[in-house]
T-cell receptor, first 112, second 114 residues
Framework: GEDVEQSLFLSVREGDSSVINCTYT??????LYWYKQEPGAGLQLLTYIFSNMDMKQDQRLTVLLNKKDKHLSLRIADTQTGDSAIYFCAPPGSSNTGKLIFGQGTTLQVKP | NAGVTQTPKFQVLKTGQSMTLQCAQD?????MSWYRQDPGMGLRLIHY???????DQGEVPNGYNVSRSTTEDFPLRLLSAAPSQTSVYFCAGRTSLTADSPLHFGNGTRLTVT
């Protein structure tokens, strides 16, 4: 089955860039998602990228996809304290059951 | 349009008690799922449903039952609570079963089993 790996923790200073990485095993995903979880809340869709794209930019967010290495990254420019959260990547894989397998999540800590 | 609503937000159970975590959605989600979130373990899929009357097991189904008698509701039952079931539980739904339909999550139920 699908396996997703992320580093567990990242600490940056306010105003710096943050890069959160994700590797996955199933290469059949047509979309790859990034979700954000703020303290005490459920996950919210942050952004996504089509598998036929290498990069997607959305304001301060840049998603990079390396399909050959099965590596996905999320870059947050000018990181703010409000970006402190847990970030999950979720490649849907080829399953037609619709279920998503998530990585462990990366906790981003932004220091003022 | 409330999205995905979970009740209760908090619950404390004694070992051996049973209870039902409620999940309701008003977004025409065909697919619904239950996850548990534990420190260092990420989100693990417990059960899921691809439509009314259809359910299936996820990664960690033992100790839990689900049913999907209506499209809107997807309750999770703990038959005999154990301390290992102390966790935060999330219900999530998506409109279609295709990869371009993201999951929408409820705000979670924090369960403690003593």
């Amino acid at each position: 089955g699908e396996d997703v790996e992320q580093s567990l923790f990242l600490s940056v200073r306010e105003g710096d860039s943050s890069v959160i990485n994700c590797t996955y095993t199933d290469s059949s995903s047509t979309y790859l998602y990034w979700y954000k979880q703020e303290p005490g809340a459920g996950l919210q869709l942050l952004t996504y990228i089509f598998s036929n794209m290498d990069m997607k930019q959305d304001q301060r967010l840049t998603v990079l996809l390396n399909k050959k290495d099965k590596h996905l990254s999320l870059r947050i420019a000018d990181t703010q304290t409000g970006d402190s959260a847990i970030y999950f990547c979720a490649p849907p894989g080829s399953s037609n059951t619709g279920k998503l397998i998530f990585g462990q999540g990366t906790t981003l800590q932004v220091k003022p | 349009n409330a999205g995905v609503t979970q009740t209760p937000k908090f619950q404390v159970l004694k070992t051996g008690q049973s209870m039902t975590l409620q999940c309701a959605q008003d977004m025409n989600h065909e697919y619904m799922s239950w996850y548990r979130q534990d420190p260092g373990m990420g989100l693990r899929l417990i059960h899921y449903s691809v439509g009314a009357g259809i359910t299936d097991q996820g990664e960690v189904p033992n100790g839990y039952n689900v049913s999907r008698s209506t499209t809107e509701d997807f309750p999770l039952r703990l038959l005999s609570a154990a301390p290992s079931q102390t966790s935060v539980y999330f219900c999530a739904g998506r409109t279609s079963l295709t990869a371009d339909s993201p999951l929408h999550f409820g705000n979670g139920t924090r369960l403690t089993v003593t």
